[in-house]
């Protein structure tokens, strides 16, 4: 689902408008203006106090604050009406969100009791909204497949009770579903192993005014090697090597390395400043991007801040140093640790259906670790569901939705889903769906495999 970018990543899109518009209208204006300082402060004390010799680091989100539901409204609000402050990587995540209920907002507004479950997530969920949201995809799909009746079953602590009800007729469905957080813990464990490694050799990159853009892909599980390493095996090294070349190639990791391209980069910010960060940076910097990989930097340069002093309005106006690399680990262990498996989500969702009655289950997680990692998960997910012990449930279908998205420099957002889906092998009764996706229309889904086996935008 591309949309064209206007200047410095902003979109004009009423459905995106319409949506958050009506999230707005649960929330006082003075509730949201302390919301929005809130999340611009905390932005602020993140930032590097100088405009000079700053890191741009392995950038996941410009915000750490627990108020993640007022973060995804900022998100959409700035794509919209302030898109200098705008942050592409997270915005990309959710803007398709927003699409998807403002293009069928008349339809949600019908679901029952929808209105007290967005006053959850702007409430009490509001540090973890990403479960909530997939609930109202959720129970919007249902609706959008013609079921007249569809709503949220109140909770009743400490009775269980699935999350969504869809009926139409005499047919009647009991609907759970699980969002499996955004990165797994041995996944946030690896970044900051890798961050540590990176960070020794970044400095001694900068201290001696080393440029190099580098490609390293390790075999073995990053915990296993000290912070030094790359500081012990390539520092040595780099004086005496004619670039571009490859530096390394054994059973631990294989590494090339070739010099940045000043020329390219500054005849580029000639004519244009960069969004910091941002996946143009990669661009700039390295000559290309890579989605599925992991990219850290160090730079040096002026940066300035345009339309204001707050906000993530700053922009690479100069380069003076670069050094960048991207990385990635193939290690068989470590595929298999990102790699998480869905069975004790699907166990956590069966408890949640009734003794009686057709179910079905709806899992939801981000593909964000490379073709080889969601090749495992899709094989171990098939075995987990195909051998899955119902424990006397009615459940006839299990849908898992993969998502994946991107910020070009060329587009707002670029947002791929698969549905894999599963019911013959539990009891071989008719789909209750036509159409699966939930947040991509269903043409827009890939006909021929799966989104991780094609090339990024």
């Given at each position: 689902m591309p949309r064209e970018i206007p200047p410095?990543?902003?979109t004009d899109d009423a459905d995106i408008e319409n949506a958050l518009q009506w999230f707005l209208g649960f929330l006082n204006a003075d509730d949201w203006k302390t919301r929005v300082a809130a999340i611009e402060r905390n932005i602020e004390s993140g930032m590097q106090p100088r405009?000079?010799?700053f890191d741009t680091g392995d950038y996941v989100s410009a915000y750490g604050g627990r108020d993640r539901m007022a973060w995804y409204l900022y998100l959409v609000h700035t794509a919209l009406h302030d898109p200098l402050k705008y942050e592409p990587n997270q915005g990309a995540r959710i803007l398709p969100i927003f699409k998807r209920l403002g293009a069928d907002l008349g339809l949600l507004k019908r679901i029952g009791g929808v209105e007290e479950r967005v006053q959850r997530l702007l409430g009490g969920e509001r540090a973890q909204p990403d479960g909530g949201l997939f609930e109202l995809l959720v129970a919007l799909l249902w609706k959008r497949n013609g079921y007249p009746t569809v709503e949220f079953i109140p909770e009743r602590p400490p009775g269980k009770?699935?999350?969504i009800l869809a009926r139409s007729g005499r047919e009647e469905w009991f609907v759970e579903c699980k969002r499996l957080r955004k990165s797994s813990e041995y996944s946030e464990r690896e970044r900051e192993k890798w961050l540590a490694m990176w960070s020794r050799f970044a400095q001694h990159l900068t201290r001696h005014n080393i440029s190099l853009v580098f490609e390293m892909t390790f075999h073995v599980e990053l915990a296993s090697l000290p912070d030094d390493y790359l500081v012990a095996q390539l520092a040595g090294k780099l004086p005496f090597l004619s670039f571009p070349?490859?530096?390394?190639?054994n059973e631990t990791w294989d590494v090339t390395a070739r010099p940045v391209d000043y020329h390219r980069a500054r005849a580029h910010l000639r004519r244009y400043r960069v969004r910091v960060p941002s996946d143009q940076i990669q661009e700039l910097l390295a000559g290309y991007r890579d989605p599925r990989r992991g990219f850290t930097s160090a730079t040096a340069g002026d940066v300035v801040r345009i339309g204001g002093a707050s906000g993530n309005n700053r922009f690479l106006d100069s380069l003076s140093f670069a050094a960048c690399s991207f990385w990635s680990c193939d290690a068989p262990r470590a595929v298999l640790h990102k790699a998480r498996d869905v069975?004790?989500?699907l166990a956590r969702a069966v408890d949640q259906l009734p003794s009686t009655g057709k179910c079905a289950v709806h899992l939801g997680l981000e593909t964000l670790d490379g073709p080889l990692v969601e090749q495992v998960r899709f094989d171990r997910t098939k075995h987990s569901i195909d051998n899955f012990h119902t424990l006397g449930k009615d459940l006839r279908w299990v849908y898992c939705?993969?998502?994946e998205s991107y910020?070009?420099?060329d587009q707002c957002w670029v947002m791929d889903e698969?549905?894999?889906?599963?019911?013959k092998s539990l009891t071989g009764r008719d789909e209750p769906l036509a159409f699966r996706p939930v947040i991509v229309s269903d043409d827009e889904t890939a006909a021929d495999g799966v989104h991780w086996d094609r090339d990024p935008p």
């Open positions: 410095f990543g902003g405009t000079r010799d009770s699935p999350d070349c490859h530096i390394a190639s069975r004790r989500h939705h993969l998502f910020a070009p420099p698969t549905v894999t889906h599963f019911g």
